[in-house]
């Protein structure tokens, strides 16, 4: 059984910077696509940015780039995410996905979640 496990969120201020983890397990990743997509409250779930476990190659959103960046530990079936220059907006639920293709429009399992609050 697949889990995805999301840890590191919280209450930070805007242009503070804080990592989310995603601890996955339950299957062999080495060739998964792993990534993050947020939701705000009362929006549709946006992808946010996603790296293959394989190559290391890492796609982020516009809205994302040059402040999110997404890292693996493949030892550790974990990926990473470093959030700086926070803003009000950046505020969501974040969700871990695997995907063993285009984890853009077919995200296979999902985490929980964890909460990211930015304040003014």
């Known amino acids: 059984q697949v889990q995805l496990v999301e840890s590191g969120g919280g209450l930070v201020q805007a242009g503070d910077s804080l990592t989310l983890s995603c601890a996955a397990s339950?299957?062999?990743?080495?060739?998964?696509?792993m990534g993050w997509f947020r939701q705000a409250r009362g929006k549709e779930r946006e992808f946010v940015a996603a790296?293959?476990?394989?190559?290391?190659?890492?796609s982020h959103s516009d809205s994302v780039e040059g402040r999110f960046t997404i890292s693996k530990d493949n030892a550790k079936n974990t990926v990473y995410l470093q959030m700086s220059s926070l803003k009000r907006e950046d505020t969501a639920v974040y969700f871990c996905?695997?995907?063993?293709?285009?984890?853009?429009?077919?995200?296979?399992?999902w985490g929980r979640g964890t909460q990211v609050a930015v304040s003014a």
């Open positions: 996905a695997t995907a063993l293709e285009n984890i853009r429009i077919g995200a296979e399992d």
């Open positions: 339950g299957r062999t990743f080495s060739h998964y696509n």
């Open positions: 790296i293959n476990l394989n190559s290391g190659i890492t």
